[in-house]
């Protein structure tokens, strides 16, 4: 029989927040299962409670959504208050999109949109900051689907940029982050999202869907590579 203290030691489950009842955590839950982490995903939005500690777990990811971090309905304004939770606690945070732009008003900064009303719906540049550079390898060219952006909060380090929306990842302090690009889609998840979301084709900016495929085939093996290597090191456990 074999021994079990020759087992590795079990990790924490990490708290997935997401805000549409078909919303899936895609590639991103996929790789924190391979890291040996269960995912406790909660929906806010139907009612699902935050919890009031991250003691239990190795740390949280909020994911995007189509709403707006300055929508006024109270499960935003309750997951933007919630924020409060990692950072107080210095717990393992990522936000992803929406995630993000809820950290930064957590955080006291603006969500708004593009002064002349750009989007970014396909694939986009990304250009690493001298920060972000040090701290990793990033892909050139990261797909998104968002129409507004942030300020880069007091306090945090700007990792990456973008043209139309320049502040595309950020850390504050030790064990908060926050991306404004997707690298958690699926091939299925790109499909769902080309077919719901092409009414959104016609804004300024937005690449029509046959691109977001074609981009896929070109860009995402190695923004791939690049999220997995980020989420290792957002969820490393000592």
């Known amino acids: 029989m074999p021994d079990p203290s020759n087992f590795p030691p079990r990790k924490r489950p990490v708290l997935v927040v997401l805000h549409q009842e078909r919303s899936s955590p895609g590639r991103v839950g996929q790789i924190l299962e391979s890291m040996g982490h269960a995912l406790d995903i909660?929906?806010?939005v139907l009612g699902d409670p935050l919890p009031a500690t991250l003691a239990h777990h190795a740390g949280a990811v909020v994911f995007g959504g189509p709403m707006s971090a300055n929508d006024d309905e109270p499960y935003i304004r309750d997951e933007v208050d919630w924020l409060a939770v990692p950072l107080r606690e210095n717990r393992p945070f990522l936000g992803i999109c929406l995630g993000a732009q809820m950290l930064v008003r957590?955080?006291?900064?603006?969500?708004?949109?593009h002064s002349e009303g750009w989007t970014e719906i396909g694939w986009y540049p990304l250009n690493a900051t001298?920060?972000?550079t040090a701290l990793m390898p990033w892909p050139d060219m990261v797909y998104q689907f968002h129409r507004e952006g942030f300020d880069l909060p007091s306090g945090a380090t700007l990792l990456a940029t973008g043209h139309h929306y320049e502040n595309q990842a950020f850390r504050y302090a030790d064990n908060a982050w926050g991306i404004q690009f997707h690298g958690e889609l699926t091939l299925a998840m790109m499909h769902r999202w080309v077919v719901h979301g092409a009414h959104r084709f016609e804004l300024p900016g937005a690449q029509v869907g046959s691109?977001?495929?074609h981009g896929r085939l070109l860009h995402d093996a190695a923004l791939r590579l690049w999220m997995t290597a980020f989420l290792e090191k957002v969820f490393h456990e000592d």
């Open 106 to 113: 957590q955080l006291g900064g603006r969500v708004f949109g």
């Open 130 to 132: 001298q920060a972000g």
């Open 42 to 44: 909660r929906r806010p």
């Open 211 to 213: 691109l977001h495929l």
